[in-house]
């Protein structure tokens, strides 16, 4: 019994994270219909430069910072440069751009930084709370993960329902023309949900950072599980990437605790397909029509 | 003569047509390898088993217009059963590759049915899914299929008739090539035939498709099953030519090259796929001899031709959005209109 509260409660603060890496790929998707495989790439970089910070100055607060900053400009700057001329090109197009900026941030990264994996510093206490004498697999880190993540989830909400700049940003992504005779400036609202996504995914990077090493290619499974989490959960539906997260967080950690960790992806595996063949857009999905 | 009157001179049947391309190529191929020395032959073999899978691949995403992430996985797939039959049964070179690939394919079904069902980035999930999940297996059954050290096979010997000197790297690339040249043939005739046409339909208006009487689900299906079949058939080709199957010979970044070779080809054509398999041969190595002819420090030098690699990917879809094949048509459309305007002058 105890297991299995261990396992739920590690499952809840792994979900945690690949709810915020699935809501960046959910942002991306909604603002230009692009899969950004980069999205590993670019918060492995920013977390680079929060370990750079923190070991310069000692400060943990400042090297967040320092990393959603990034976040913002390199997501901004990705879509501006390289991505907004293949947004009208098939969509394969945009996915081997994406690729290709993957591959060269993790070749810039192992320049700069090597590609020895190193540690990274946690922001609370590693140590799990006691209760009636068990130590639970649950740390104050932990609580921290999943409030940071479910203050970033409720942000977004709020900016997308509740402000002007979340309402043209929506009618940017689902009525480009209407929107752009209406006023609004539809190229700049992709660089703003580009840039979004990448600090929600900065955000991610710093926090599973302590978990796994730091190195170019340590975040690789992260991405996979966060991807896999968003289709679960309807890449349409920021609520479906906060849903499919911990859904897959919960059960990657029931199958690791009981069956071995080798098995996790094709757990993965599994539960996708399960999922995708009652409702093949994903949990969130809404009924579309098709035509012709 | 112009390229039509050049063009009417060809026989009039498909399957004839590219019989002659067929056997004009295997002629050239021959000779080539006879030029080369041992290990551009390895190459030569390398970039064969490439186009057998880029050539299904591209008809997959072409023609079909689904997108699979997963073909890496469907490879080994190929790969264990050549390793399986050659190194345990003691099968001869020819079964144990037609036996791949209809290993493959029969894989490839129940693949190719549930991703019938799914569309654009839901079933690019399923396939990553797939291909990451599917290595697991080799690690879970390490009894049969090696775990994480994999199974090698004794390298393919070549017929003593071809002499003393003939070299076991010449003999795996005319395998290889063999390999290739099917691929080519089936597939050619193939989307030239009413089954293509059914799924350039499909791919195209699925709706309009389905209502004059074509069943979308299957023709998808059945697109996948025979790009899983090439897969098998160059995934067995890759264990003849590196002589092991192993996990690690399978990652993620295969398929996502396997993506990378058909689109900066140019995906839909088989001559695409050429191009995308000299691509992922040669690419890697020339950034390699790039990056090592500059005096860098260790850290910059081993991640230089990774760079380079990153914005030869990006560079090249801003300037050929439509890949190289598509950038080859337009010089070519080009110096034709060139010509005849001036034949008007």
Known sequence: MTKFIDLTLNGISTGAIYAAVALSLVLIWRATRIVNFAQGAMLMFTTFIASAVINSTGSY?????????????????????????????????AVIVALGVYTLLVAVAGMIWGNTPRSFPAAFSLRGYEVGGTRLLFSPNDSFIVLVVIAAALGLALL???????????????????????????GQMFTVGWA????????????????????????????????????????DSPPGAVVGGLLAGLALSYVSGYEGSSLVPLAALVLLVAVLMVRPGGLFSASKERRV | ?????????????????????????????????????????????????????????????????????GHGALMAVGAYTVALLIGNEGWAVVPALAAATLVTAIVGVPVGVAASRLRGPYLAGATLAFAVGLPAVADKFSGTFGGENGLSINPPTPPSFLGA????????????????LVVLFVLWNLTQSGLGR?????????????????????????????????????????????????PGAFPLQLSLSLLTGIVVGGLGSLAGAAWGAAVLVLLPRWTNDLAHSFSLSNNVSSNLPLAIYGVVLIGAMLVWPSGIQGGVRALVGWALRARSSREKD
């Open chain 1, 61 to 93: 607060v400042l090297g967040l910072l320092v990393a959603l900053a990034s976040g913002l400009v390199l997501g901004a700057v990705v879509e501006r440069v390289v991505m907004r001329p293949v947004e009208s090109a098939p969509p394969l197009n």
């Open chain 1, 160 to 186: 997308f329902q509740r402000t002007s700049l979340g309402l043209r940003m929506r009618a940017a992504a689902f009525q480009p023309e209407v929107a752009r005779m209406l006023g609004v400036r539809v």
């Open chain 1, 196 to 235: 979004l996504a990448a600090v929600a995914g900065s955000l991610a990077g710093v926090l599973v950072a302590p978990s796994v090493f730091l190195g170019p290619n340590d975040f690789d499974p992260i991405l996979i599980i966060g991807f896999v989490a968003a289709v679960l959960g309807g890449l």
């Open chain 2, 1 to 69: 003569m112009s390229a039509l009157a050049a063009r009417a001179k060809l026989p009039r049947s498909t399957m004839l047509r590219s019989l002659a391309l067929v056997v004009l190529v295997g002629v050239v191929l021959l000779i080539v390898s006879y030029q080369l020395g041992p290990f551009d032959d390895l190459q030569l073999a390398n970039g064969a088993f490439y186009f057998a899978v880029l050539a299904g691949l591209t008809m997959l995403a072409g023609l079909s217009g689904q997108i699979s992430l």
């Open chain 2, 165 to 180: 000197s003939f070299s076991i790297e010449q003999w795996e690339a005319w395998i290889a090539c063999a390999g290739a």
């Open chain 2, 198 to 246: 059914s799924m350039r339909a499909v791919r195209d208006e699925e709706i309009a498709a389905a209502l004059c009487g074509l069943r979308v689900g299957r023709t998808q299906a059945f697109a996948f099953t025979v790009s899983a079949a090439c897969a098998g058939l160059g995934g067995g080709l890759l264990a003849l030519v590196l002589q092991l199957a192993q």
